[in-house]
Every structure is written in structure tokens, then in C-alpha cells.
């Protein structure tokens, strides 16, 4: 497998690769989050007690599974770049850092939007809240923490390492509804073997769930080939990439 | 044996720049003092935030003395000349974190019945307060270990440290004032109690790997 792999440690093969997985991510990316978000938030029968306003789902939780989903990426990327020392990989960890931060402050925000109606407050102090605030604070240390080292390999690594020690909070996230009694309601899709939703909801919502996913690849390929072409702007093959500058 | 070593070398440090570790116990004296000033001197309000206002106060003064944590031995070529020799860098640490509690969380712990006092907090509140602070400071001083390794090298470290390690502390904070509140109703509060020994045994396992290999990256 690592011989399969290892061509992409190097930044020219990633950077092509990336380019040619680019324009396929994108649209369907932007296919399924078309048809999800659609279909999910006007053609999706109204909820018996809430009403219309559980519609905010199909935007809430895609984007708050994924911005779990992004940490556990950023911090593979982290142990893949701590371990084996690959360059590319402390360049996909920063990749992923800003747009996993973005789903956090939408998950946050869709959250609070919903809960002022049905809870009759914008924020309340509980677990899952609590612990979804922390991993966005953690988003922003990676970011800030990457940016204040005037030696940029250090900064690389040491960001890579808070990714890393970061991942104790994706547990508590997850379990947050389960260990206490929280106001957020508990997990009603990934209970497989009898999801508490409807089909009818259900389906709109999984396929906005893998539509966050498809655009979560695809900005990491466009983010990390912006990073690959800034970082090795001084090799050859970059000059002749852009034209002999 | 080393880590003994270790320690008597960070003790006399200590001993040498005294303010180290006396500016932070007295800022967090005029921190708490602060609080009946700003919210007026009612005995009930004082006795209802006070958990809250002792375990942040506690935070704050163990951030201001984890800024320094490294600097000095990363500046002067300690952490280099550990990291290129043979000794074992887990005993640095271990004694770092450990001299670090002895000045900062001890002290903290020591002081806990005058700041009862000031606050007015009853008897049961009282040891309630002692034993979250107890469990509470070691896990306080190895995440701050943590952070100041990891911003050791870092330009602006000051504000970034409190960035990173703030949101750390929240979990903490979390269990540490809910038992004293607990306590302060007359309730149980060994369920708090035994997650903070758990999330302490967590990070002592946990921590002080990931702080030798924050001391390497910044030295590489």
C-alpha cells in the first residue's frame, strides 16, 4: 500500500493529482448539495411537532457531522505528517483547518437559528454546545498557532501537533448526548438499525450529509494546491508552471 | 534519580525569581477581590458565583505564570542540550510540570480557606473547593506545561498561549465549579470528583509524551 502511496508524498504528483480529482469533486459536490438542500428544505413533508422549521437540519447537521469529519481528516493528515515527517501532509492539515472551522460556525450558527424558536434561547450552556464551541476555539488555535512561528516548518509541525492533541475532543462531541442529560436532542440517524427519522426526510438528509462531504474533499484539493504551488514557488517545475516568473 | 536532578534545579530557579510565582498568586488575590467590588458586597450573590469566580481566577493566574514556562531554557540552549543528550527528556518535563504545581497550584490550595472567607463560602463549600482544587491544579499545570511547550518558539507567544490552552481548561472548569456547587446545596459531589481524577490520570498518562515531542519539533 505505501508503495501505491508513496508517489503522492511528493508535491508535483499531488498537485496534478489534486487537479485532475478537482472539477469531478466539485460538481458533484454541488450536484448533490443541489439536489439535498432542495429537496430537503421545500419538498420534505413538515415535521408533526416542529413544524417547518426542522427543516434547518439539512443544512445543521451535514455540517455539523462534517465538521467533525474535517477534524478527523486534519488530524490524520497530522499523524501522517508527525510520524513519517511528509511534507505535504502539514500542508493538507492547514489545508483543511479554515474550512472545517467555517462548517463549525455553520453548524453554530443553524443551531442557534433553530434553537431560538424551539428552545426559546440563541445559546444554552450545554455539552454538545459546549464541546462544538471548543473544536471551532481548536480550529482557530491551529490556524493562529501555525501563523506565529517566524521559522515556517516549525509553525507547520507544532500546528500539526495541536491538531493531533485536539482529537480528545471529538469523543466527548459525539457522546455528548449520550453521557449527559442535555437539552440537544439525541442521535436520530446514525442509530442503523432503526433510524428514529422518517425515509422521507432521511433520504434528503444523507445525501446533504455526502454532499458536505464531496465539497469538503474538493476545497481541501483547491486549498492544498494554492498551498503546494505557495510553499515550492521556488522549485523548477512551479517557474515553469506559471510561466517563468 | 535524574528527575530528583531536574527538580532541585527547577526549585532553585524558582527560588532565584521569586516573581515567577508570587505575581500569580497575588494576581489571583486582587482578581478575586475584584469580584465583590464589581457585583456589590451582597453575601448571597458573593456565595452563588463563587465557585465560578475561584476556579476562573485559579485559571487565569496559572496562564499568567505558564508564559515563562520555557522561554528562558529555550533561549539559553537548556532544551536544546536535552533533546541533543542523553538524558531523558520525559524526566525534564515531569519535573517542569511538577515544580510548576509546587509553585502555583499548591499555593492556590494553601490559600483556599482565606478566599472561603472573603467569599463567604460555608464549611461543606469549603472542602468541596480543597479537594476540586487538589485534583484540579495538576491537570492545570500540565495543560499549561503543554501550551508553553508548544508556543515556546512562537513570536507573539503571550496571547496564543491563552488561545490554545483556555479552551482546554474548560471541561475543567466545568466539573470543578459544578461540585463545588453541588456541595454548597448540600449534595453529593463525588461523581465531579471522580471525572476530574479521571480526566487528571488522562493527562498524566497522555500529556507529558506530547509535550517532549512539542520540546523536539521546536528545537529541530
Known amino acids: 500500500m505505501f508503495k501505491w502511496l508513496d508517489p503522492y508524498a511528493k508535491s508535483e504528483t499531488l498537485y496534478h493529482f489534486c487537479g485532475k480529482l478537482l472539477p469531478y469533486l466539485m460538481v458533484t459536490a454541488l450536484t448533490l448539495l443541489l439536489l439535498g438542500n432542495v429537496w430537503g428544505l421545500a419538498f420534505t413533508p413538515a415535521d408533526y411537532q416542529q413544524g417547518d422549521s426542522y427543516r434547518i437540519i439539512h443544512i445543521h447537521v451535514p455540517s455539523a457531522i462534517m465538521s467533525m469529519g474535517a477534524y478527523a481528516a486534519m488530524a ?30 455553520i453548524a453554530l450558527i443553524t443551531g ?19 464541546s462544538e464551541l471548543i473544536l471551532l476555539f481548536l480550529y482557530l488555535g491551529v490556524i493562529a498557532l501555525n501563523g506565529a512561528f517566524s521559522d515556517r516548518q516549525v509553525g507547520a509541525k507544532v500546528s500539526s501537533l495541536l491538531a493531533l492533541i485536539g482529537v480528545i475532543n471529538l469523543p466527548i462531541i459525539h457522546f455528548s448526548v449520550e453521557w449527559w442529560n442535555t437539552l440537544h436532542q439525541g442521535a436520530s440517524i446514525t442509530k442503523f438499525a432503526r433510524p428514529s427519522i422518517d425515509p422521507s426526510m432521511l433520504w434528503p438528509l444523507l445525501i446533504s450529509i455526502l454532499a458536505f462531504a464531496v465539497l469538503l474533499m474538493a476545497l481541501t484539493c483547491l486549498r492544498l494546491r ?10 523548477p517545475w512551479v517557474r515553469k508552471l506559471v510561466g517563468g516568473l | 534519580m535524574v528527575s530528583v536532578i531536574f527538580l532541585q534545579r527547577e526549585l532553585r530557579l524558582l527560588a532565584r525569581q521569586k516573581a515567577d510565582w508570587l505575581n500569580p498568586i497575588l494576581f489571583f488575590i486582587i482578581v478575586l477581590s475584584l469580584f465583590p467590588l464589581g457585583v456589590g458586597p451582597e453575601p ?8 465560578g469566580v475561584i476556579w476562573i481566577a485559579a485559571l487565569l493566574s496559572v496562564l499568567l505564570a505558564s508564559e515563562r514556562l520555557f522561554k528562558d531554557d529555550y533561549r539559553n540552549g537548556v532544551i536544546e542540550q536535552l533533546v541533543a543528550g542523553r538524558q531523558s527528556l520525559l524526566a525534564f518535563v515531569l519535573a517542569k510540570t511538577f515544580a510548576n504545581w509546587l509553585s502555583t497550584g499548591l499555593p492556590l490550595l494553601l490559600l483556599s480557606p482565606v478566599v472561603a472567607l472573603l467569599l463567604g463560602l460555608e464549611q461543606a463549600a469549603l472542602g468541596a ?21 508548544l508556543t515556546m518558539a512562537a513570536d507573539k507567544g503571550g496571547i496564543l498561549l491563552a488561545l490554545l490552552i483556555l479552551p482546554l481548561y474548560i471541561p475543567l472548569l466545568i466539573f470543578a465549579s459544578s461540585a463545588i456547587e453541588a456541595a454548597s446545596m448540600g449534595l453529593g459531589y463525588q461523581g465531579q470528583l471522580a471525572i476530574l481524577l479521571a480526566m487528571l490520570l488522562l493527562a498524566l498518562a497522555l500529556v507529558p509524551m506530547a509535550v517532549t515531542s512539542a520540546l523536539r519539533i521546536n528545537v529541530s
Not at chain 1, 226 to 235: F, G, K
Not at chain 2, 144 to 149: D, I
Open chain 1, 112 to 130: 442557534m437559528a433553530w434553537g431560538k424558536p424551539m428552545w426559546g434561547a440563541w445559546w444554552v450552556w450545554d455539552a454538545r454546545l459546549t
Open chain 1, 76 to 105: 490524520s493528515a497530522a499523524f501522517v505528517a508527525l510520524v513519517w515527517q511528509i511534507k505535504v501532509a502539514h500542508w493538507a492539515v492547514l489545508a483543511i483547518a479554515p474550512i472545517g472551522a467555517t462548517y463549525t460556525a
Open chain 2, 44 to 51: 448571597n450573590m458573593l456565595r452563588i458565583i463563587a465557585p
Open chain 2, 129 to 149: 473547593m480543597a479537594l476540586t482544587l487538589l485534583l484540579g491544579t495538576p491537570l492545570l499545570s500540565l495543560l499549561s506545561v503543554l501550551g508553553s511547550a
Open chain 1, 226 to 235: 494554492t498551498a503546494i504551488l505557495v510553499n515550492e514557488q521556488h522549485r
